[in-house]
């Protein structure tokens, strides 16, 4: 879809889930474009977590295909991997509800999302329990990564409270800052700004696009590919927007086009209008 040499970071083809008898998704292709914020929007069982967790591997997709082309120009064929892997290979994700380890600090849990590169960098050796400066490096920049993401997301401050006392926004904010402390080519994001007030959904706003050009952190700019229900968020920070209906697309392209879209105004901001 991009007009340019540099590759997509993510492209989904004639993506198919079926459940038994239904047709979650059907023949839905898009692509991500590197360096932006896209938007899956649609209107309830549109299908729209269903292609999340097909991306994600949380499904193994009916049909179809979804190929990554990770910041270093590798590609990687997702709907053939488990979720681990995919994970591995550079997607990290968020839920629609929180699942952090609300006992545990807002440090612990950056920290813990950064288990597995940690002890791959030691090569899962007994160093880790010698403390052996290879590990003793790669844990000193592990905090220092949890560190950056916390001054990111304003939570320094309460880096040492457990998780679960944060206000509903932070805790909001430390899960895309715990998906970021994996260093993915690709964030994932499944309605981020539900339950969120107007200042948290500022904030939040701010974050993302933060986020996709590299400004929050030393970490490099990362594509999103985000689902919302909150269309003013949609139309602000969004990039590309993609739009499902009964598990088909319906339209796709730059947030103005969409807006106007009389097949999108009939199925969703249309259906959205009359509430
Ligand atoms: N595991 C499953 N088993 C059976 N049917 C499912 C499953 N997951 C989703 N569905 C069905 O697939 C369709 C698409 O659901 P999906 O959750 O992907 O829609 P959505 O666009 O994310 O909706 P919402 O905006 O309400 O979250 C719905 O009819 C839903 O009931």
Redesign the pocket.
């Given at each position: 879809m991009s007009t340019t040499l540099v590759p997509d970071i993510l492209s989904v083809e004639e993506l198919t889930m079926r459940?038994?008898g239904?047709l979650?998704v059907d023949r839905v292709s898009f692509e991500v474009p590197r360096g932006t914020i896209t938007a899956l929007i649609?209107p309830?069982?549109?299908?729209?977590?269903?292609?999340f967790n097909c991306i994600t591997g949380f499904y193994r997709p009916t049909g179809g295909a979804v190929r990554l082309t990770t910041h270093e120009g590798r590609e990687v064929i997702l709907n053939t991997l488990k979720d681990h892997n995919i994970a591995r290979a550079g997607v990290a994700r968020t839920f629609?509800n929180i699942r952090l380890f609300a006992g545990m600090t807002a440090l612990e849990n950056l920290l813990i999302a950064q288990h597995g590169p940690l002890h791959r960098a030691t090569g899962f050796g007994i160093g880790a329990l010698l403390g052996i400066s290879g590990y003793k490096a790669a844990e000193a920049a592990a905090i220092e990564r949890a560190a950056e993401w916390l001054r990111a997301i304003g939570l320094i401050a309460r880096a040492d409270d457990p998780a679960g006392s944060l206000p509903y926004g932070d805790q909001r904010r430390l899960e895309i800052a715990r998906a970021m402390c994996t260093g993915p080519s690709l964030l994932c994001l499944d309605e981020p700004a539900a339950g969120l007030n107007p200042r948290e959904s500022d904030d939040l706003a701010r974050l993302l696009l933060s986020i996709r050009d590299g400004t929050a952190t030393s970490a490099a700019p990362t594509s999103i590919l985000l689902?919302e229900?909150d269309m003013g968020i949609v139309m602000r920070i969004s990039d590309h927007v993609v739009v499902?209906d009964h598990?088909k697309k319906i339209a796709e392209g730059p947030p103005a086009a969409i807006r106007q879209d009389p097949h999108v105004i009939a199925a969703y901001l249309g259906e959205a209008e009359q509430e």
């Amino acid at each position: 879809m991009s007009t340019t040499l540099v590759p997509d970071i993510l492209s989904v083809e004639e993506l198919t889930m079926r459940f038994g008898g239904l047709l979650a998704v059907d023949r839905v292709s898009f692509e991500v474009p590197r360096g932006t914020i896209t938007a899956l929007i649609g209107p309830n069982g549109a299908g729209k977590t269903t292609v999340f967790n097909c991306i994600t591997g949380f499904y193994r997709p009916t049909g179809g295909a979804v190929r990554l082309t990770t910041h270093e120009g590798r590609e990687v064929i997702l709907n053939t991997l488990k979720d681990h892997n995919i994970a591995r290979a550079g997607v990290a994700r968020t839920f629609q509800n929180i699942r952090l380890f609300a006992g545990m600090t807002a440090l612990e849990n950056l920290l813990i999302a950064q288990h597995g590169p940690l002890h791959r960098a030691t090569g899962f050796g007994i160093g880790a329990l010698l403390g052996i400066s290879g590990y003793k490096a790669a844990e000193a920049a592990a905090i220092e990564r949890a560190a950056e993401w916390l001054r990111a997301i304003g939570l320094i401050a309460r880096a040492d409270d457990p998780a679960g006392s944060l206000p509903y926004g932070d805790q909001r904010r430390l899960e895309i800052a715990r998906a970021m402390c994996t260093g993915p080519s690709l964030l994932c994001l499944d309605e981020p700004a539900a339950g969120l007030n107007p200042r948290e959904s500022d904030d939040l706003a701010r974050l993302l696009l933060s986020i996709r050009d590299g400004t929050a952190t030393s970490a490099a700019p990362t594509s999103i590919l985000l689902i919302e229900h909150d269309m003013g968020i949609v139309m602000r920070i969004s990039d590309h927007v993609v739009v499902l209906d009964h598990g088909k697309k319906i339209a796709e392209g730059p947030p103005a086009a969409i807006r106007q879209d009389p097949h999108v105004i009939a199925a969703y901001l249309g259906e959205a209008e009359q509430e």
